[in-house]
């Protein structure tokens, strides 16, 4: 018993193993045939066969034709393209089917009947069709389907093959045919080219109809087309056409083979053969930009390839070769391998290398087509519609050819008139631009309006991108012809929205007086041309938004704020600046001032800054103006905004002094001392008249002789009080103080000193009187 | 430069003893001048015009500090120089140009206390001036056997078709009357009266016999008689030099500043249609006096139009025909060039006797510099008083060397007066504590020489 026991216990230990294993290898070949089969369109209620089971796939034939036993010709049929057969009642118009006794399976594995081949002799239930393919098996073959199932499949081939509704099993029973068609026999017997021809556009119908039903269709449908077109061809497979566009996530042996071949050959990838590599490998994320405007996305791919690799990059040949098969749906076919494969074909599609390459032109075609997708994606816009082209990236825009666009163009250049920029209303401009508000274009309408006009080789000031505002109806605008040899701005750059501040301050004082002079404008012009951190595009748009500014009612409002984030230095240069365009026609007027008093304000100076800042730019300007004097270096020449030195250069530099600046005073210096000398030398007696009245002993130097007396008097006493010196006067009928300034006057004038001060008591300089009495 | 020219040492203990007591000198301007060459060659020309029977108006503007005073003051020497008489004053709220309230009789009389001559520099040169003529008089009576009386009135009488110049005549006789008469009392009632000393009519009468004063309503025509009078007693003409014209732009009645500005435009087109005769007019203010379109002179339409530069002077021409003159800031270099002229005239124009070498020159201005900041040349007042110090230590003490002094050298700063309150224009309201030729204030002017130490 025990041993019975242990015996029966030993077999259960046996045989539950056993089941198990049995039953996982169930569940393992279900879940094997379910997972590719979830490909397939759901919607088809009836299981595929399942093709593709490379682990049990062990004896299929690999076009090796030695162990090949052929059935006789005389056992079957195939009815050519065009030829009808008549099977069971049901007349196949278009054959494409074998038909008769017995055919053997391309592969001897699963069935020794191929399943395409529609056995004459078997029952068919024709009142009774399963169209809706209910009893189908996974892999059917006409042999062993039910009755009802054969009645209904050669009721749709009698039917044209066009009922949509068919059981997607009955069209894969057919496409069985054409696939032993195709690879097995061709192999075998001769097929001409025409009947090929006709078998693909065949395919291609029963895709079109049944290709959208089960994607699984699809693939081998599509797979063997493009296997049998591989194996056809006999040129170099990147002189083909591409495929049209399957969205696989792989690169397709078409693709595979064309660029294998190029770097095999040494030759460089080109773009369409590379569009076609990145849009199906399966690591290239596409977005919507891509996949939406997949034209656009393909023309701007091709365009910035070519940019940025010239006719394309070129690639070592590596190992890995591409091979290239085709698993046929049929269960009764086996899987073929391309000629081709021989021929070491390097796969170039795995190299990570080439994928970042290109990955990067892909993001940035996709940003660039962005906007126009998101454009497109909403529904109220029209595709051809100009604000849409608004949005496409310039290199494309150049590329299409649209009479709306031609038009605007015209009227554009009409506008300008064959100058370089003009005045326009907004109105006029508003009009031509489909905007929701005839009062003014929105932020949005403006920029896409800014970016069409750029577009067409135009650029309008205000631009909001570059600190202007939104259009407005009432009001205008500069527009102005872009040069197609600068560089295209998109945004200012720091300087020039410094500069544009410098300018609006400038121009608000130059408008300060309603006149705008003429060495104003000149000096601003001069000033932008001057400045050497912009580039000659910024100064193309620059000196617009200047013509602009000149002409508009900008205010001043919202000035403070641009300058805020100035430092010092900054602001000493702008305030200078400022005063000097007020200068610049020679005369700062009333208005100016109070402008400038306005604008020094919102720089957040002292009130009386402005005018110690006029004042110096007088002076600085008159220092300037002296040939004689101006002895300054070349390269302290004003340069870029032609700014006066700031007068506070002294506190930031230190003790310094200017050596230049030193000699041209002493110069100037020199040149007044001369001056002043020429007032207060002292003056030679030369007057002749006066020499002669010297010889009358009474008189002294031409002075009369009341006058002389006194020189006489004052020989006796030095120190004269006052009332003393009175007498003597009137003795000589003198009045003292008259007396005193004739006779210190005389002094001045021949020994440039006086002869006494006129005090009290007066004291009588000796030295002079004795010059005097000679 | 003439570096060999002998500068007289009556003008070098004048210009040292000045600036020691931190004061623009009145005498030897000439040596210490640093350039503006262009400015003071128009000035010249303007004098000459003056001597010539001709008229002129320059309105001097500079910022505190950049030496108006000093060049006003040295236009005026020049102008003595050339035989003109000149008189002087600075604007304050109790002297104005126009008022009602008799601070424009307190400017004329602030002028004519500093009537000056080349013989009298210093003001107080009235009498002079009346004697000088009253002395023609009497040399022509004599020639002529005329009586002076007659002569007088024969001289003064297109005078008389002047706007006061009947009673200005008479005002003349009534000196030499007293004069003649020894009447001691006539004598300066005349002289009171042309100071415009008489506040009223009533004691004018009694006192000369004449019907009008000089009061706020004829200051300018009288300054205009007094122009053409000095021609009349040999002079070749008058130059008022009046300063610190921001005190009308400090004048807080709208009306009040309206009125004094229409007398500036008066002068003004006195000037420019060449009707005022051997009169110069020189008017010292900031640039804010000039320049705000709210209180300065931009202020008064009229006045702006007529002051506008000439258009075609731009781009680095200039035309010192306008009637601006403006002068720049000083520099360092400015007063780095006024050192060298100060250590001239120590040497008396010797550059042999120099006390101190250039690099002194340097070095004192750095330790300037570091001790009250960019102020040593922007108000170098202070700066100059303090060099002048160390220069006659210098002198003093042979075996000193100047680098061991420097260290010990203090340098004050100095405030601008123009910003602080009306009330510090107050000070000389009697006329006498300052002298117009002062500069301005510092509070305490002793702190200059107790500054420096040895």
């Known amino acids: 018993m025990r041993s019975m026991g242990s015996f029966k216990e030993l077999l259960m230990k046996a045989i539950i193993p ?48 030695s162990n090949f036993v052929e059935s006789k010709p005389d056992e079957y049929k195939w009815i050519q393209p065009g030829e009808s057969v008549v099977v069971a009642g049901y007349t196949i118009p278009d054959g494409m089917v074998y038909v008769g006794k017995h055919l053997k399976s391309g592969s001897s594995y699963y069935h020794t009947e191929d399943p395409a081949l529609i056995k004459t002799y078997l029952i068919v239930s024709s009142n009774s069709p399963d169209r809706q ?26 039917g044209g093959k066009v009922d949509p509704e068919i059981n997607i099993g009955y069209v894969f029973l057919f496409f069985y045919g054409i696939e032993r068609r195709l690879l097995h026999d061709r192999k075998h017997y001769h097929v001409s080219n025409e009947e090929i021809r006709r078998l693909l556009d065949e395919i291609n119908v029963l895709l079109n109809i049944y290709g959208s039903k089960s994607g699984s269709f699809k693939h081998y449908a599509n797979s063997l087309m493009e296997y049998v077109y591989l194996s056809i061809t006999d040129s170099k497979f990147y002189d083909l056409e591409p495929p049209p566009i399957k969205y696989t996530y ?71 070769n591409v091979t290239v098969s085709y698993r046929c749906a049929s269960s009764g076919m086996g899987e073929f391998e391309l000629a081709t494969n021989s021929l070491n074909i390097p796969d170039v599609s795995i190299l990570k290398t080439l994928l970042n390459k290109v990955k990067p032109i892909v993001n940035e075609c996709q940003d660039e087509l962005d906007k126009y997708s998101r454009w497109l994606g909403k529904k109220e816009n029209q595709e051809n519609s100009l604000i849409g082209y608004s949005f496409l990236p310039d290199i494309l825009f150049s590329t299409i050819e649209n009479k709306d666009v031609e038009e605007f163009k015209k009227w554009l250049s009409g506008l300008v008139n064959g100058g370089e920029s003009a005045i326009v209303s907004n109105m006029e401009l508003i009009k031509r631009w489909s905007v929701k508000n005839s009062e003014k274009m929105t932020k949005k ?70 006149v705008i002079a ?30 602009w500014l000149l002409k508009s009612d900008a205010s001043t409002q919202g000035l403070k704020k641009k300058v805020e984030s100035f430092d010092q230095k900054q602001k000493d240069q702008l305030a200078d600046y400022m005063v000097a365009i007020a200068g610049a026609d020679g005369f700062i007027s009333p208005e100016e001032v109070k402008m400038l008093s306005k604008l020094f304000k919102l720089l957040s100076y002292d009130e009386k800054q402005v005018y110690s800042s006029i004042h110096r730019y007088q002076t600085d300007m008159k220092d300037s103006s002296d040939e004689l004097v101006s002895v300054r270096p070349a390269d302290s020449v004003k340069s870029g905004f032609s700014i006066p030195k700031p007068s506070m250069a002294y506190e930031e530099e230190g003790f310094a002094l200017d050596r230049n600046k030193i000699a041209s005073k ?31 002993e009474n008189t002294i130097h031409g002075l009369d002789e009341n006058h002389s007396a006194i020189l006489f008097a004052f020989q006796n006493q030095s120190l004269w009080p006052r009332s003393e010196f009175e007498k003597l006067a009137s003795q000589h009928e003198l009045m003292p103080d008259g007396a005193l300034e004739v006779i210190n006057e005389k002094a001045y004038e021949l020994f440039d000193d006086a002869l006494c001060e006129i005090e009290d008591p007066i004291e009588i300089n000796q030295e002079i009187l004795k010059e005097f009495l000679k | 430069m003439t570096k060999t020219q002998k500068i007289r040492s009556k003008d070098r203990d004048a210009i040292i003893q000045s600036l020691r007591a931190g004061v623009v000198p009145r005498k030897g301007l000439h040596h210490i001048q640093v350039g503006r060459s262009n ?45 003109c008489v000149t008189v002087h004053a600075d604007l304050s709220p109790d002297r104005r140009l126009h008022a009602t309230g008799g601070q424009a009789r307190l400017l004329y009389a602030e002028l004519m206390r500093n009537l000056s001559t080349r013989t009298k520099p210093d003001g107080g040169a009235l009498p ?25 009135r024969e001289k003064l009488e297109h005078l008389t078709e002047m706007v006061g110049g009947y009673d200005f005549a008479k005002v003349i006789e009534a000196y030499w009357k007293g004069y003649d008469t020894g009447d001691e009392a006539l004598k300066s009632d005349a002289i009171r009266w042309l100071r415009g000393e008489f506040s009223t009519k009533t004691d004018a009468k009694r006192a000369l016999d004449v019907r009008m004063i000089i009061d706020d309503a004829n200051f300018y025509n009288m300054l205009k008689l007094m122009a053409r009078f000095v021609r009349l007693a040999g002079f070749s003409g008058l130059v008022v030099c009046l300063d610190e014209l921001v005190n009308l732009y400090k004048l807080s009645n709208t009306q009040a500043r309206k009125s004094n500005y229409e007398e500036i435009l008066h002068m003004l087109n006195d000037s420019l249609q060449g009707t005022a005769y051997g009169l110069g007019i020189l008017l010292g203010g900031t640039p804010e006096f000039l320049y705000d379109t709210r209180r300065g002179l931009y202020s008064y339409e009229a006045l702006q139009s007529r002051l506008a530069e000439n258009t075609f002077a731009v781009n680095g021409l200039v035309d010192f025909t306008g009637p601006i003159i403006r002068l720049e800031n000083l520099s360092p270099e400015d007063l780095y060039v006024l050192l060298t002229k100060l250590r001239l005239v120590f040497a008396s124009g010797d550059s042999n006797a120099y006390l101190i070498p250039d690099e002194g020159l340097r070095a004192y201005m750095e330790h300037c510099h570091k001790q009250i900041g960019e102020a040593y040349f922007r108000t170098p007042r202070n700066t100059i008083v303090s060099f002048i110090n160390l220069l006659s230590v210098l002198e003093q003490n042979p075996s000193a060397n100047w680098q061991n002094l420097l260290g010990s050298v203090l340098v004050d700063k100095d405030s601008n007066p123009d910003f602080e309150g009306l009330e510090n224009n107050d000070i000389d309201s009697d006329g006498t504590s300052l002298s117009p030729a002062e500069m301005p204030t510092s509070s305490n002017p002793d702190d200059d020489l107790k500054s420096f130490k040895l």
């Open chain 1, 250 to 320: 792989e690169v397709g042996p078409l693709v595979k083979l064309a660029l294998g071949q190029l770097a095999l050959e040494g030759k460089p990838l080109v773009a369409n053969w590379m569009y076609e590599y990145v849009i199906h490998h399966p690591e290239m994320y596409l977005k919507t930009p891509a996949r939406r405007c997949t034209e656009e996305f393909r023309k701007l791919f091709i365009i910035h390839y070519n940019n940025k690799f010239g006719d394309g990059i070129v690639v070592k040949p590596n190992k890995t």
């Open chain 2, 128 to 152: 002079g001036v009346v004697e000088r003529f009253i002395s023609e008089v009497l040399k022509k009576s004599k020639e002529k056997n005329l009586s002076p009386d007659t002569v007088i």
């Open chain 1, 445 to 514: 309408e403006f920029l896409s309006f800014i970016s069409f006009l750029q577009k067409l080789g135009f650029g309008i000031e205000p631009d909001i991108r570059f600190d202007g505002g939104t259009l407005k109806a009432k009001g205008q605008s500069v527009l102005f012809k872009l040069n197609e040899y600068e560089e295209v701005l998109d945004s200012p750059s720091s300087h020039y929205s410094a500069k544009l501040v410098l300018l609006q301050f400038a121009v608000a004082v130059a408008k300060a007086d309603n």
């Open chain 1, 518 to 547: 003429e060495g104003e404008q000149m000096m601003l012009i001069d000033s932008i041309e001057n400045t050497s951190k912009l580039n000659p595009a910024e100064k193309r748009r620059m000196k617009n938004s200047l013509t």
């Open chain 2, 39 to 83: 400015e003071v060659s128009a000035l010249l020309k303007d004098i000459s015009r003056v001597t010539d029977e001709g008229s002129f108006i320059r309105f001097i503007i500079g910022e505190y500090g950049s030496g108006k005073t000093f060049f006003l003051n040295l236009i005026r020497s020049v102008a003595m120089e050339q035989k």
């Open chain 1, 666 to 696: 002493i110069k100037d210096t020199e040149r007044v001392s001369q001056l002043l000398q020429g007032v207060f030398a002292e003056e030679i007696p030369d007057e002749p008249e006066e020499i002669d009245i010297v010889g009358n």
């Open chain 1, 133 to 158: 393919g209910n009893n189908m098996d996974y892999w059917p073959s006409y042999s062993n389907i039910p009755p009802s199932s054969r009645a209904a499949y050669l009721e749709w081939l009698a």
């Open chain 1, 18 to 65: 056993l089941f198990v294993i049995a039953a996982i290898l169930y569940f393992l070949i279900r879940s094997i045939r379910s997972n590719s089969n979830s490909n397939a369109d759901s919607s088809d209620k009836y299981k595929q066969p399942a093709y593709t089971i490379p682990e049990f796939n062990v004896n299929i034939s690999y076009g090796n034709s």
